[in-house]
């Protein structure tokens, strides 16, 4: 049978975790059993952790995507480009966390990673391709991981690591002339056929020392009349 003096639960307060003047003990335990605990609990829990597709960029991760995409010849002009951020803002990030940057900036460059990761950056003019070059000899001399080594899962967390298969274990080489034969398919073939010696050497991975010294190497063999297998060519992968 109701109760007529009873204050209905539903009307009560909705934390109702705490009796009121106006509530019994009894009433107060109702109110409590009528909550869903686990999502109390759930909200009230102060090291939860975000789902992966909501969790925000961390400074960590922001300067492994900008070395990643120099990997990848972005150079810091062509980054700020993308970005909004000014270039020499972008290049003292390479060296250090951006621990200062807002989060609109650091998802502004989580954004532009995830836009441009696959993509070569701009190499029309000749400033652009010296710069694309410059990029990429300074994160091969730092040993950076490009893009593709990157798992979306690993690159924000403190432990992070990029595949190991990434790099090479051991030196390898490359004959000058098959070089130069992957050269000229690119051209034929890969839509670079008015692209310069920069852009080409971009495409292959090599540097444009390497790819000029493969040319001179293969017009050579090709004036002495030496078959490239007879000697002891090659050129670093």
């Not at 950056?121 to 593709?148: F, M």
Request: aromatic letters at 4%; proline letters at 9%; charged letters at 30%.
């Amino acid at each position: 049978m109701t109760n007529p003096d009873r204050t209905p639960i539903d009307g009560g307060p909705a934390a109702g975790w705490r009796s009121g003047p106006g509530l019994s003990g009894l009433q107060s335990m109702q109110a409590a059993a009528s909550l869903n605990l686990d999502a109390a609990l759930d909200q009230s829990r102060p090291d939860q952790q975000p789902d992966d597709d909501t969790a925000e960029p961390t400074p960590l991760g922001v300067r492994r995507r900008l070395r990643a995409l120099t990997a990848r010849s972005w150079s810091p002009q062509a980054l700020a480009d993308q970005t909004g951020i000014p270039a020499p803002l972008i290049s003292s990030l390479l060296g250090k966390n951006p621990r200062d940057l807002s989060l609109d900036q650091r998802l502004a460059i989580a954004n532009a990673y995830d836009k441009i990761w696959d993509h070569d950056p701009p190499a029309l003019t000749r400033d652009q391709r010296e710069a694309c070059e410059s990029a990429r000899s300074r994160a091969a001399s730092r040993g950076w991981a490009p893009p593709q080594a990157w798992d979306d899962a690993q690159i924000d967390q403190p432990d992070g690591r990029p595949s190991p298969d990434w790099k090479p274990r051991n030196r390898t080489t490359r004959r000058a002339v098959d070089i130069v034969e992957d050269a000229q398919f690119v051209r034929d073939h890969g839509g670079y056929r008015d692209a310069d010696n920069t852009q080409i050497a971009m495409r292959l991975g090599v540097s444009r020392d390497q790819l000029d010294q493969a040319y001179c190497r293969t017009r050579r063999y090709a004036a002495r009349g030496v078959t490239p297998d007879t000697e002891a060519e090659a050129e670093p992968g």
